[in-house]
């Protein structure tokens, strides 16, 4: 089993910055992707970033070029930069991890970002 703690999130005005850290414990040996979701109120739950093992990583394009996804792999921890937040990007975000990319396994409890314009 594995457990993943979302820690950072809060309030930011637009064109700010924020970091949201996703810190995983448990049997991770497993886990080869993780991950970032982001849920707005109404609306269903979309994938923000991914990343695997190997550095591979990709974004969703209305994030491109603002947002930054990274871990270290010694603190068992998967971060989001978020440079340049938009209103638009208020959202509880969830971190996820997997063996495979998309085939989610675990998830955390979120944390809220709003971004004040």
């Known amino acids: 089993q594995v457990q993943l703690v979302e820690s950072g999130g809060g309030l930011v005005q637009a064109g700010g910055s924020l970091r949201l850290s996703c810190a995983a414990s448990?049997?991770?040996?497993?886990?080869?992707?993780m991950g970032w979701y982001r849920q707005a109120p109404g609306k269903q739950r979309d994938w923000v970033a991914v990343?695997?093992?190997?550095?591979?990583?990709n974004y969703l394009e209305s994030v491109k070029g603002r947002f930054t996804i990274s871990r270290d792999n010694a603190k068992k921890t998967v971060y989001l930069q978020m440079n340049s937040p938009k209103p638009e990007d208020t959202a509880v975000y969830y971190c996820?991890?997997?063996?495979?990319?998309?085939?989610?396994?675990?998830w955390g409890q979120g944390t809220q970002v709003t971004v004040s314009s």
């Open positions: 996820t991890a997997g063996n495979r990319i998309f085939s989610w396994e675990y």
């Open positions: 990343i695997l093992n190997g550095g591979y990583t």
């Open positions: 448990g049997s991770i040996f497993n886990i080869n992707a």
